[in-house]
């Protein structure tokens, strides 16, 4: 952030800042307790990162609790990220591509043996991160897999299995996969020679200065994974399980898979994930280097199917979009099932990231779905007042 001046107002911090940062502060706290108080979601975090010219401004704010007759949530308190990770991941793909590291016109099953003769095995990188491979949205893998979740063998059956799952409708060019995604990490990490982990921390969150808050918990040592446990907000009871899931990836398939995927398994504050977001936003504006500029504007370019929104690792604009009205239309994000989420407005430099647990105690909770668009207007006019 060379050359900027960071104005930062957190909510647990008595810290005097400009009027607006203090608008913004009050507006995003006014929104989360209105959630907590409608039971969208036990707790939550927000951060929104603005910039100002040459000055930047960030303000986060936490709300309710971890879970029933527990501490409250604070600003560092990571969530499960669910497929937030999908445009980590393909971000970290797309470093890789620039430095020579990875193709995206790359088979898959040249590379990821066990997806030979499926739809999966045939798309290319591109095709797997744009959801354009075929294959299905999701699956109930994980209760069909053969063998100890997390081995070796397991993941190869998941592999094998996720690639041979074609969707419904075959015929439409976009089709939002997790399967696809599950494939494109490992093809992801099997050509750069590393495990997924490691790739994402090297080219995303230890550039990023975000490793202590964006991680996959099952990489995690033991002392590191205990401490997570006891900060992490909880999801769900899993009856798959048996147990209340906390620190544990939410999503089965993924968790069968060992912990540790393409389409789910990070988890982080929502601080990490605006900063995730800033980078990629900078990168886009010509403000930063995280990706080449025109690299990232293929990613986010249009391509040939106008049915859809998706874009290579990110969701844009749509007008059901849970960025709400005030966002702009070259405006870019993501959600995750959990409950979170991250937009990016190029037009008003602005980045929103919405941690919340909505899964607790059960996903059939969906208030979420009404309540995300009213925050972001909400926090998009106060920003323009």
């Not at 093809?187 to 490793?211: C, D, F, H, M, Q």
């Not at 398994?265 to 500029?293: E, H, N, Q, Y």
């Not at 990231?353 to 909770?365: C, E, G, I, K, M």
Request: one cysteine or more; proline letters at 5%; glycine letters at 10%.
């Amino acid at each position: 952030m060379a050359g900027l001046l960071w104005v930062a107002l957190h909510e647990d911090e008595g810290n005097v800042s400009d009027g607006l940062n203090q608008r913004v502060e009050r507006e995003t706290r006014r929104l989360l307790d209105a959630g907590v108080a409608g039971q969208a979601f036990p707790g939550a975090v927000a951060c929104i990162d603005w910039r100002d010219g040459d000055t930047a401004h960030r303000v986060e704010v936490a709300a309710g609790v971890l879970k029933a007759s527990e501490a409250a949530t604070q600003t560092t308190t990571p969530y499960d990220l669910a497929s937030l990770t999908k445009p980590v991941v393909a971000m970290a793909a797309l470093r890789l591509v620039a430095v020579g590291r990875q193709a995206l016109d790359v088979r898959t099953d040249s590379v990821v043996t066990d997806v030979r003769g499926g739809p999966g095995g045939a798309a290319t990188l591109e095709a797997l991160l744009r959801h354009q491979a075929g294959l299905a949205a999701w699956g109930g893998l994980y209760l069909d897999v053969p063998h100890d979740p997390g081995t070796p063998a397991a993941r190869r059956w998941i592999l094998s299995e996720a690639s041979r799952r074609p969707a419904e409708q075959p015929a439409a060019p976009t089709v939002y996969s997790d399967l696809g995604y599950l494939i494109a990490g490992e093809l992801i990490a099997r050509g750069a020679g590393e495990k997924l982990e490691k790739v994402v921390a090297n080219e995303v969150t230890e550039p990023l200065g975000i490793s202590a808050e964006m991680f996959y918990p099952a990489a995690l040592a033991a002392d590191r994974r205990a401490q997570a446990v006891r900060d992490t907000a909880p999801t769900e009871s899993c009856e798959w399980r048996g147990r209340l899931i906390r620190a544990e990836v939410h999503d089965e398939n993924c968790a069968a898979f060992g912990g540790v995927a393409g389409h789910s398994g990070l988890f982080g504050t929502a601080r990490a994930v605006a900063s995730f977001g800033r980078a990629t936003l900078d990168a886009l504006t010509g403000r930063g280097d995280f990706i080449p500029k025109e690299l990232l504007a293929a990613a986010l370019a249009p391509s040939g199917d106008d049915s859809t929104s998706l874009r290579l690792g990110w969701d844009t604009k749509s007008p059901e979009s849970s960025a709400g009205r005030r966002f702009g239309p070259r405006s870019f994000g993501h959600l995750g099932f959990t409950g979170t989420s991250v937009w990016c407005e190029p037009d008003k430099d602005v980045v929103v990231s919405l941690l919340t647990n909505r899964v607790f105690p059960s996903r059939a909770n969906e208030r979420i779905k009404g309540f995300r668009p009213g925050f972001h207007d909400g926090v998009m006019a106060a920003l323009e007042k």
